[in-house]
Each structure stands twice: as C-alpha cells, then as structure tokens.
C-alpha cells in the first residue's frame, strides 16, 4: 500500500501545527475563528494549504494558544519559502519598501493578480502538481497584504496594452482581473498606467522589472527571466532601471485614460 508523503513544506508546516495546538485546546475551527476575529472558513482554508497565514493572525494565534513566537516564526518562513529561492531577497525587501514601482510587458503585476488569474497563471508551470500550484497561489495572494498595511507603500504599476488583451484562464477570469485592476486604481497608494500599442517601440519592450525603494534612500531592483530572476542593488544598474521606469512614465496614458481603457477591454464601455 502507497502512503503519502507528510507535508514539510512552510505551509504545511503552519497548517499541521495549527491543528494540532486548535486540537490540543479543545477548540474547533469555529471556536479558535471567534476567538482570534477570522471567519472559520479561514481557518480551515490555512489548515487545508489553501491560504498563507498573515502576520497579524499568527500573533493572535500565539497569544490565545500560548505559543509566544511559535505561529509568527512559522508565517514568515511559510511566506517567503514556497517563492523561488532567487526571488526570496527582493520579497522581503519589497515587504518593507515605502515606494514600489513595477513595469509589466507580458501579465499583470502579482501584487495586482485575482487568486484565479495567478492560478490560471501559475499552472502552467512545468512539473507543478495540484498541492504545490495551490501553494504558490496562496503565498502570492499573501505578498499582496503588503498593499493593506496601516501606512501601504506608494505603488505605481505600468502595464504593456497587451497584458490587457491576452487571455488567461476563460474570459469571466480576463474579466474580472481587469475590473479588479481598474478597482484597485483608485486606492490613494495606487497608480495604475497604461502604455498603449501606439507609442511603439519603446524600452520596456526589452523585459519586465521592478523597483522598491525606502524612506532611507535604500532602492533595489528586480529583473526576471523564462528561468529566473536577480536582484539589483548596485547603484548604477538601479539607476538605470528608474530612467527606464521613468522613460515608461512619459508614454503611459494618464491615470482616467488609463482606467478607461482597462474597461473597455472588460468590456464594461463601448469602444
């Protein structure tokens, strides 16, 4: 008889500890959820691998399980290790920059993604079977709550007119990761540009990157390819990514245009 392997993963490491102190406490999901101010489903999704736990659940869990330390270790570790490896330093740098700055050619930025466009996106990974691609849409989900901090960072994402029109995953996912992006545009910490098919040629179309800067003039850089990524720190090369940047900036609509065209390939107005 086969048996399963038991989960070592980050995630799964959270999820089997939480269950065992919930256990261990005599309480059920829907007690331990009334008691930390999170819906049960949460709690069963986190012990199902469906979700990455956040920070402030994990202090809460702590307290009122009388684990000092132990679930706020184990959420940082379950969201920075499903990530590659080569994008673990530009993630924590990006979890604490004040200023964030993101130039996508091909798909929407993750920080922006619906959890159906990332797993749309995600599943065609070479070799990543169900549990793992639900993991990595969960850790992704979670990089986003550094957009719902008490003090966000300012984000200001340029997005290629063809991120727009490609489809992935059916048209009601295309659909409603455009009226997101278009719903998001109007938080006070967030920019959204277009760079439309008509400016041409231009220097974004020689990758996607990204920059993160702090209050303390810290700034890095962030550039992926097909098979990896790198982070760039030296200040010359990072310097060179915010000409681009602004380079990009002067050919993006402004933000209204910007929106309005999000919503006419949602197909929410007329052409």
Known sequence: MKTSEPDTSALGLFAAELSA????????????GARVHYSASM????????RAPRLELAQRL?????TPGTFVRLQQAARINPLPQWFRPYAEIEATA?????????????????????RALLSVRPNTNADELEELVAVRIERQAVLSRQV?????VLLDETVLMRPVGSPKIMHDQLIYLEEMSHRPSITIGVVP??????TGLLGSFALAEADDAARAGYL?????????????????LAVAFDDLLSEALP??????????KAGEIDE
């Open 43 to 50: 709690i069963a999704m986190i012990e199902g691998r469906k």
């Open 21 to 32: 102190a919930r256990t261990a406490a005599s309480l059920s999901q829907e007690e331990l």
């Open 62 to 66: 702590d307290d009122e399980l009388g």
């Open 197 to 202: 098919l008509e400016a041409g040629a231009h």
């Open 224 to 240: 992926e390819t097909a098979s990896t990524g790198m982070v760039v720190e030296a200040p010359a090369s990072v310097t060179e």
């Open 255 to 264: 933000r209204a245009q910007s929106r309005k065209l999000i919503l006419k």
């Open 152 to 156: 966000p960072p300012l984000l200001l």
């Open 98 to 118: 004040t200023r964030l700055k993101s130039w996508q050619a091909n798909v929407v930025d993750g920080l922006l993604q619906t959890e159906d466009y990332a």
